[in-house]
T-cell receptor
Framework: NAGVTQTPKFRILKIGQSMTLQCTQD?????MYWYRQDPGMGLKLIYY???????DKGEVPNGYNVSRSTTEDFPLRLELAAPSQTSVYFC?????????????FGPGTRLTVL | AQSVTQLGSHVSVSEGALVLLRCNYS??????LFWYVQYPNQGLQLLLK??????LVKGINGFEAEFKKSETSFHLTKPSAHMSDAAEYFC????????????FGTGTSLTVIP
């Protein structure tokens, strides 16, 4: 199993550009999450999904969009990139068991907006 | 509202010495608490979790943590530090029965001195 994979690993965007961060998991997990990690800060939840076709906002959703058309994929879309979106983005997934079941994290995408 | 406070953004210990990383939480309802470790350029990995069973929780790599309700703490310890323990450590809390809304601390960077 590859677990949770994210692409790209690194990306530099200009202000106003758009991009999609890809996340795929091969564990057949229902729950998937997008977090951002700013320097010196903990992770903050952007969006999450409890299954295909179902998504909900987390703590910091502004400036982002998500979709979940399949169990495996949970892409994160930035429409108009801003310098405040410079961060490391982590995708995670969790199985259908107890709410405290382990979240499995991808290696992250480091995004810089200039 | 929930929050996590990690005292000490940087901790240095000598190899073989006790590791103590502090975490205090705020939650209006009984929480679930977690410790994650992040090695450079990697995603987070679960070290251990408290789910209202035993208050002393043992995790991987010799780490353990004790839930103390009276002190609202969940400090992470390891009796003897190893060079491979050098990493960033995050405490996280959720009281969300769905397990989807996590709140992370700002992290503690552990340096192990040979």
């Amino acid at each position: 199993n590859a677990g949770v994979t994210q692409t790209p690993k690194f990306r530099i965007l200009k202000i106003g550009q758009s991009m999609t961060l890809q996340c795929t998991q091969d564990m057949n997990h229902n729950y998937m999450y997008w977090y951002r990690q700013d320097p010196g800060m903990g992770l903050k939840l952007i969006y999450y999904s409890v299954g295909a076709g179902i998504t909900d906002k987390g703590e910091v959703p502004n400036g982002y969009n998500v979709s979940r058309s399949t169990t495996e994929d949970f892409p994160l879309r930035l429409e108009l990139a801003a310098p405040s979106q410079t961060s490391v983005y982590f995708c995670a997934s969790r199985g259908p068991g107890a709410p405290t079941d382990t979240q499995y994290f991808g290696p992250g995408t480091r995004l810089t907006v200039l | 509202a929930q929050s996590v406070t990690q005292l000490g953004s940087h901790v240095s210990v000598s190899e073989g010495a006790l590791v103590l990383l502090r975490c205090n939480y705020s939650s209006s309802v009984p929480p679930y608490l977690f410790w994650y470790v992040q090695y450079p350029n990697q995603g987070l990995q679960l070290l251990l979790k408290y789910t209202s069973a035993a208050t002393l929780v043992k995790g991987i790599n010799g780490f353990e943590a004790e839930f103390k309700k009276s002190e609202t703490s969940f400090h992470l310890t390891k009796p003897s530090a190893h060079m491979s323990d050098a990493a960033e450590y995050f405490c996280a809390v959720t009281s969300d029965p769905t397990g989807n809304q996590f709140y992370f601390g700002t992290g503690t960077s552990l340096t192990v001195i040979p």
